[in-house]
């Protein structure tokens, strides 16, 4: 986890200049804040980094080499993420500054534009898997991979997955706009918390991506945690790479493109993914 | 075999005393985001019982449906209501209970109640508030001097219309008042000033002579009147580093002083007595012979995709109408935004149109 952390952001400071949102925080010094509430502002990175670090729990790196193999890790793995946006709900209100709230109002929206098209991006891979566990989703792309079978599943996540990360083009709470959101007020140990979190939650997401559809640690010669990180930062470079292809988004253009694009692509890969299986193709 | 029990037992009880003490702080605190995450924090403590008693896939959907669902709750709570952050109500006259629950909240500026931006003073913002955080300041040095701050106070608080006529009373109550209770006194000015800010000018005329008349009265000798009561809070717990007394009067008479609530607090511990009870009578109703099944959640699908199909089926499609017609009612184009949050929007001024509808745009 830790080792993904650097690497995430060692990465993201290679591939883009200045998008990283996190980057810029000041660790020396601590931000003082006149109205900031005693209690909530320092709980947010404590419980986002929670979220991050119980997600990569049940993260496979290999066919034993697994925190803790849950029947629901693929559900458990969507709800505990979830911490992360509570946390930015608690920083961004305790933090008692106008940039600060807004950009905690634009989080919520942000969250209510994802979650229904990433729950439909999760349902496509596991309703073939047929499972929740996320060692048995990998098992099964033994033969072939989920991307091959549902491209449009694994394009709905690479949108849905920056969007939860709060990566280019859906970074608009973060953004210089305003102000850097909440961002900009923290500092000291609650920086360090913010960085780790925010990278943190980028690698935990391309892992899941990795897993749901890239086969995971299934791989050829190497050792399967290599194919896994392999296959993890790979996923990563494109999302953040086609990402900065894109123009950044407001919260409205997201809500709007998460309700007419999204969501039907989403009901249409399940679609999808139901006839294919009807027909029977994919694992039995 | 000890271990597993112990730590089962310490799971137990921390779930337990997050859920209670999350209810109770969702109960009592002043500020309703913090409401709303004492309400959650108390949720998740219901879901770790649920994974303590091995469901834990109800128990991680409780966690999902709350996290989510409460923050949406919250924000459209924040955003429709006068006082989220309980900053009016932070300097009040407090239980103990609430006390602990509301620490650390700020009491609010003036002006920014007048914004609609809560209780925020930003770094960059600040410059905008140091005049009424001045006022803010002078007032609650006024409680302990009397006649002169309060001159300087009504020059500072550059309330203009109403304050001017709510002067000569406040200056006629003011001689009544000198020898005895400067307190008191001081309620009509910022009975005024604060409507004045507020919303009505005519029924806040009204309710300033009512409760002029009010203060007379119950000056000397009624500490159960609400404004009284509240000025004996400001001068008890003077840590809470209150400036404005006046935020929480107003509202004292609205929310506050709730004549349900010694009901509330009898009908919630008659209930508990007889939960209680029914723990420990254990009667013999048809429903405990029911077999408990650990595969509950493949026999509710079962039910759902068998027996009741066609139920499920149609609810499902009564559900995407009514979203199909929020997205429809809620096009672009028929409720302008308001110009002040112009400027907060990142992207330029024309999003680019997506393609599904293409007659859509603004």
Known sequence: ?284 | MMLGETAQWVAFILFTLLTVLGALGMSTTMSMFRSGIFLMASFIGVAGLFILLSADLLGLLQIMMYIGGMLVMILFMLLFSMDPGGAMMAGMDMSPVERLFSRGLKPQDKGEEHSGQDDMAGEEDSDGEKPHDHAAMQHSGMKIDGEHDHHAMHNSDDQEGLSEQAQPQSHGEMADMDMGDEDAAHKPHDYAAINHSGMNHGAAEQQMGENHAMTHGDAGNSPTSGEKDCEHGQMDHSSMDHGDMDMGNMDMDMSMVTPARPWAAAIGIAFSAVLVGLLLWRPTWPVTSAAFSTDSPREIGMLLMGKYMMAFEGVGLLILLGIFGAVFLQRPGSHPSDQGREAYVTADKNPVSIELEPEDES
């Open chain 1, 1 to 284: 986890m830790v080792v993904g952390v650097a690497f995430t952001f060692w990465l993201e400071r290679a591939l883009t200049l200045a998008v990283g949102a996190a980057q810029s925080l000041k660790l020396s010094e601590d931000v003082v804040l006149t109205h900031a509430d005693r209690w909530m502002y320092p709980a947010g990175p404590i419980s986002a980094l929670f979220g991050v670090t119980v997600a990569a729990a049940v993260l496979p790196f290999g066919p034993r080499l697994i925190g803790a193999d849950l029947g629901i890790g693929a559900f458990y793995f969507i709800v505990v993420v979830d911490f992360v946006v509570l946390g930015v709900a608690l920083s961004g209100w305790g933090a008692g500054t106008r940039n600060a709230v807004e950009s905690f109002y634009r989080i919520t929206a942000q969250l209510v534009s994802y979650v229904i098209p990433l729950g439909l991006a999760y349902v496509g891979a596991l309703m073939m898997a047929a499972s929740l566990s996320t060692t048995q989703i990998v098992e099964a792309q033994r033969d072939v991979w989920f991307i091959v079978l549902q491209p449009l599943g694994f394009i709905l996540y690479l949108v849905t997955g920056l969007m939860q990360a709060y990566r280019a083009p859906f970074y608009e709470p973060l953004s210089e706009h305003l102000g850097g959101g909440f961002l900009n007020f923290v500092g000291g140990w609650k920086a360090l918390m913010w960085r780790a979190a925010l990278a943190g939650l980028l690698f935990v997401i391309s892992a899941m991506g990795a897993v749901l559809y890239l086969g995971g640690w299934l791989g050829p010669w190497l050792p399967p945690p290599v194919w896994m990180l392999l296959k993890t930062f790979a996923l990563m470079t494109l999302m953040l790479w086609l990402g900065r292809r894109f123009k950044p988004l407001s919260t409205a253009q997201m809500l709007s493109l998460s309700w007419r694009i999204l969501i039907p692509a989403g009901l249409l890969n399940v679609l999808v993914v139901g006839g294919l299986i009807l027909a029977g193709v994919g694992p039995q």
